[in-house]
């Protein structure tokens, strides 16, 4: 059974870093595309960035303005997402998701996480 789950989450600054990690489990993900995703309160689950398990290739929301980088750690079957000056407009539940194009729409993803709460005060 695939299993991804998200931890790092928490309550921060404006100006502030989280680490946030999602561990997958249950089948080999060599050829799978890792995603994380995002949702406001009151908004839909919008892209975050998105990292190749086998080339390690990724890709990034434009609004994120460089302060967030997406890596994986092969050998623990981690993902990373480390999130820099981070702000308020930042708050939202985070997803892990797994999928198999590196997409940038929910639809494109097979497998997600419960998500992990992040919460930027100002």
């Known amino acids: 059974q695939v299993q991804l789950d998200e931890s790092g989450g928490g309550l921060v600054q404006a100006g502030g870093s989280l680490r946030l990690s999602c561990a997958a489990s249950g089948r080999s993900f060599n050829r799978y595309i890792m995603g994380w995703f995002r949702r406001a309160p009151g908004k839909e689950r919008v892209f975050v960035a998105a990292i190749s398990w086998s080339t390690g290739g990724t890709v990034y929301a434009d609004s994120l303005e460089g302060r967030f980088t997406i890596s994986r750690d092969n050998a623990k079957n981690l993902v990373h997402l480390q999130m820099n000056s981070l702000k308020p407009e930042d708050t939202a539940v985070y997803y892990c998701?797994?999928?198999?194009?590196?997409?940038?729409?929910?639809?494109?993803?097979?497998?997600w996480g419960q998500g992990t709460q992040v919460t930027v005060s100002s």
């Open positions: 998701a797994a999928g198999m194009t590196m997409w940038t729409t929910p639809d494109a993803y097979d497998y």
